[in-house]
């Protein structure tokens, strides 16, 4: 158990529709991360925060997702009007970072996004 | 941009075989390199690590990596491997961060 947690595990949608996804990071981790893996692929990076801020976004990561992490804890990736290039496993990572620290990121379980 | 990659997207091997699975980065200055697993139905592992000192270092269950600054290359090796190495392996540089991966390489070992 790497202490990541991700919610849902699995998600189907249909096209056009929301969806949220949500992780907990390890609790005393600053700094987490979301990425996308198709099959066949390594992962792809989305998005990171430290503490609640948000500091770097893929060009990948387009107007319809959002993230968010508003407490500095857990996160939330929403994607809106879904489409179907959107299925993937979305990961989420978390580490403990800061000036001179080695920055090893964990990762979670990831949450597989299936539209129809 | 920084690019990773991975030689062989399949490798079949028999028990107690000898494994090396390449990796090589595209950036040129200082990188920290990491090679992660994924266990049939797992979340990604942190085999092992280099960030400075000693290019050859360890990690869990056997594993090794060397770090060749002037090949660009960071090869995961195992002297013997085992029907339970059976994974998908990924190598990963960080860049500002965010990591930069590999497609993987897919390890099915024969018992």
């Known amino acids: 158990d790497t202490g990541v947690s991700q919610d849902p595990r699995h998600k189907i949608t249909k096209r056009g529709q929301n969806v949220t996804f949500r992780c907990d990071p390890i609790s005393e981790h600053n700094r987490l991360y979301w990425y996308r893996q198709t099959l066949g692929q390594g992962p792809e990076f989305l998005t990171y925060?430290?503490?609640?801020?948000?500091?770097?976004k893929s060009r990948l990561l387009s107007d319809r997702f959002s993230a968010e992490r508003p407490k500095g804890s857990f996160s939330t990736l929403e994607i809106q009007r879904t489409e179907q290039g959107d299925s993937a496993m979305y990961l989420c990572?978390?580490?403990?970072?800061?000036?001179?620290?080695?920055?090893?990121?964990?990762f979670g379980a990831g949450t597989r996004l299936s539209v129809l | 941009a920084q690019s990773v990659s991975q030689h062989n997207h399949h490798v079949i091997l028999s028990e107690a075989a000898s494994l090396e699975l390449g990796c090589n980065y595209s950036y040129g200055g200082t990188v920290n390199l990491f090679w992660y697993v994924q266990y049939p139905g797992q979340h990604l592992q942190l085999l092992l690590k280099?960030?400075?000192?000693d290019p050859l270092v360890k990690g869990i269950k056997g594993f090794e990596a060397e770090f060749i600054k002037s090949k660009f290359s960071f090869n995961l090796r195992k002297p013997s491997v085992q029907w339970s190495d059976t994974a998908e392996y990924f190598c990963?540089?960080?860049?500002?961060?965010?990591?930069?991966w590999g497609a993987g390489t897919k390890l099915i070992i024969k018992p």
């Open positions: 990963a540089v960080d860049s500002n961060y965010q990591l930069i």
């Open positions: 990572a978390s580490s403990l970072g800061g000036r001179g620290r080695v920055n090893i990121q964990y």
């Open positions: 925060f430290q503490n609640e801020a948000q500091l770097e």
């Open positions: 280099y960030f400075s000192g």
